[in-house]
Each structure stands twice: as C-alpha cells, then as structure tokens.
C-alpha cells in the first residue's frame, strides 16, 4: 500500500465515504474520517460495517476525528449541498490534494476558488451504497468505479485506491470525466426518483417521457464537450443492474435533503447557457423540488 506518512482524510464517511475509508483501512493505507461530533463518537466506540456481496462483511475500526488534520491528502466525499458548510473548515487544514467525489458539475467551480494553490481532482465514482446506520454501510452495486482525469494517474490518492481494490480509471480532461458519469447518472437518478422505483422499473415506466429526458440529458451533455447521442444513452442505463436505485430516490422519499440541483438542477441550467429547450427534464425537476418542499404535483 502506497503510504508517505501523508494521512488521506475521507470527509463525509457517509455511504460513499464510509466504504472507501474501509477500504482503505483494510489495506493499510494512512486514513483518518472526518465527521461531525455525533458521528465521529459513533465510528470511533462500533467502527465501519460493510456488507457487500463482492467486498466481502467486515469492520473497519477507522480512526476518527471531527477535523481535516492538516496538509492532508483528502478525499472529499459529502453531497452537494452540503459544500459551502465543508470549505472553510477544510480550508483552514491546507490539504495538498482534494480529489472531489461529489455529484454534479458545478461544485468544481466552487473548489477552484477555495483552492487555488491546491492540486484539485474532480473524480466520478460509480457505486450502490447505502448507510444502514451511523456505522454500517451496505454496498449494494457488483462494482466500486472512480474515474479521475489523466492529470490524476500520479496522484498517492489514486494509487491507495487502486490498491485497496477499487477500479479506478484515469484518463481524458476533467470536465469530460465529470459529465462522463452526469449524462447517465441524471435519468438514473430522475427516473428512480420521479417514480419511487428501482431503475428497471423506472425505465419501463413511460417509454415516452423516458425518451424524451434522455434526447435532452444527450443534448446537453454535447453541448458541453462530450458528445452523446440517446441511443449510446439508453445503452449505458441498459448496462447498470436493473434494482439499481438512486440516493436522490432514497433521499427524498425519506425526507431528507437531496441532490436534486447538483443534478437535475445543473443540466437545466446548462441547457440554459446554450439555449437548448429541456421541457421533459423541466417538468420532471419541478416535481421533484415540490416533493422536496412536501407539496407533490400532479402528473
């Protein structure tokens, strides 16, 4: 295991966070959680459980602590929406390498402007993982995938993952890798959530409306650089586990704050920059932000 004495410094060990800080733990790597209080207590007195049916059931007594330790190597792994409360704590710790995890496009821009002297890698992951609990994690996807731009094949953050047995791709430019994962992980995410159901059933809900989002979702995406047609689209959706289901999904039906504009958000304000008419992808974000708000609208 690659290991300098640098700590790697996973904020946000929730579901996403939490299985990489196992991971890593399990094979040696130098890495330290980042919680609030309650959570920190709580991972620090029972550990991280996974369950995965490829990883295996294990607990991983990560250690913990409720802020970055500085000139950390990190590994950024909260919501969208939950970055403005994230920086200036993170800053204050004056990390060497943030590779971001987050969902959506527009949190880079935001890293950038924290970070200017900081080597700053916008990385995609692709994986099912649920929190069970404040300590137990459920990886539910036959795959763990992190895609980093070609900048990122030196980076000591992509070596210990690659070697704690995660896949992990480098190649092409940042924003590429970035909306690389948004123009599959926006219907996934919409559909699940819009109909409450896993992405099998959610496909085959309304061929017409699913149709429809994914010609948009492929407009926007070569309007900003990656070039997608809706059949390459609905290739890639047709590839993922069809009881595959979104954390957007389960975040909104459980009440709790989403990822709603770091997705959906973000492709209609896209599409709005280049002049491209989204109406379907429109109609399917307002009902999602009503149900947000607790006020559902009518189909």
């Given at each position: 295991m690659f290991n300098d004495g640098t700590p790697i410094a996973v904020v946000g060990p929730g579901a996403?966070?939490?299985?990489?800080?196992?991971l890593l733990h399990r094979h040696g790597a130098n890495v330290v959680a980042v919680a609030r209080a309650g959570t920190a207590r709580a991972i620090?007195?029972?550990?991280?459980?996974?369950?995965?049916?490829?990883?295996?059931?294990?607990?991983?007594?990560?250690?913990v602590q409720e802020?970055?330790?500085?000139?950390?190597?990190?590994?950024?792994?909260v919501k969208a929406f939950a970055l403005p409360q994230t920086v200036p704590a993170l800053?204050?710790?004056?990390?060497?390498?943030?590779?971001?995890?987050?969902?959506?496009?527009?949190?880079?821009?935001?890293?950038?402007?924290a970070f200017p002297g900081t080597t700053l890698l916008g990385g995609a992951i692709t994986v099912e993982a649920a929190r069970k609990s404040t300590t137990?994690?459920?990886?539910?996807?036959?795959?763990?995938?992190?895609a980093v731009p070609e900048a990122g094949a030196t980076s000591a953050v992509v070596q210990a993952l690659d070697q704690a047995g995660v896949e992990v791709a480098t190649g092409g430019s940042g924003p590429a890798v970035l909306w690389t994962k948004l123009r599959f992980l926006?219907?996934?995410a919409l559909l699940t959530a819009y109909w409450d159901a896993p992405l099998g059933s959610a496909l085959g809900r309304d061929e017409q409306l699913r149709a429809r989002?994914?010609?948009?979702?492929?407009?926007?995406a070569t309007a900003e650089g990656l070039p997608t047609g809706p059949a390459e689209l609905s290739k890639i959706l047709a590839t993922l586990p069809p009881a595959m289901r979104s954390?957007?999904?389960?975040?909104?039906?459980?009440?709790?704050?989403?990822?709603?504009e770091a997705i959906g958000g973000a492709i209609i304000r896209r599409a709005q920059e280049h002049g491209l008419p989204v109406p379907t992808t429109i109609k399917v974000v307002t009902d999602l932000r009503h149900r947000q708000t607790g006020q559902p609208q009518t189909r």
């Open positions: 996403v966070g939490g299985l990489i800080a196992a620090s007195s029972e550990g991280l459980t996974i369950h995965s049916a490829l990883l295996g059931d294990w607990t991983a007594h990560v250690p802020s970055v330790p500085a000139g950390a190597r990190v590994i950024l792994a800053a204050a710790a004056e990390p060497v390498e943030i590779i971001s995890l987050l969902n959506g496009v527009e949190h880079m821009d935001h890293l950038r402007r137990v994690v459920e990886h539910r996807s036959p795959f763990i995938k992190i926006a219907p996934l989002l994914i010609e948009e979702i492929s407009s926007v954390s957007l999904q389960s975040d909104l039906s459980a009440g709790r704050e989403s990822e709603i």
